[in-house]
Nanobody, 115 residues
Framework: QVPLVESGGGLVQFGGSLRLSCAGS????????MGWYRQAPGKQRELVAR???????NYVDSVKGRFTISRDNTKNTLYLQMNSLKPEDTAVYFC?????????WGQGTQVTVSS
């Protein structure tokens, strides 16, 4: 099973923006609901946003109005646009199916927001 590959993380200041990408194989994006997850130090991994095959999106309350999830099935890529970043958004971000675990986890991409 080909692992997912996340990219786009980095160090940004409070209020900044980042766009994360998640690359996978073709069958993944056409077959599954996909989600972005994050894991902060000492905390459990949590779902941040999910995107259905039909285009519906859902977000955890803490990121509503700031993050936007999207997918491009032609490019086999899932995106997460993150605006107005806060220090509490600092975490390693992963993508996977929703519910999680149908695919191998990638290494994630680190997002660090300085205050």
């Amino acid at each position: 099973q080909v692992p997912l590959v996340e990219s786009g993380g980095g160090l940004v200041q409070f209020g900044g923006s980042l766009r994360l990408s998640c690359a996978g194989s073709g069958s993944i994006f056409r077959s599954y609901v996909m989600g972005w997850y994050r894991q902060a130090p000492g905390k459990q991994r949590e779902l941040v946003a999910r995107h259905t095959r039909g285009g519906d999106t859902n977000y955890v309350d803490s990121v509503k109005g700031r993050f936007t999830i999207s997918r491009d099935n032609t490019k086999n890529t899932l995106y997460l646009q993150m605006n107005s970043l806060k220090p509490e958004d600092t975490a390693v971000y992963f993508c996977n199916t929703y519910p999680a675990g149908a695919l191998s986890w990638g290494q994630g991409t680190q997002v660090t927001v300085s205050s």
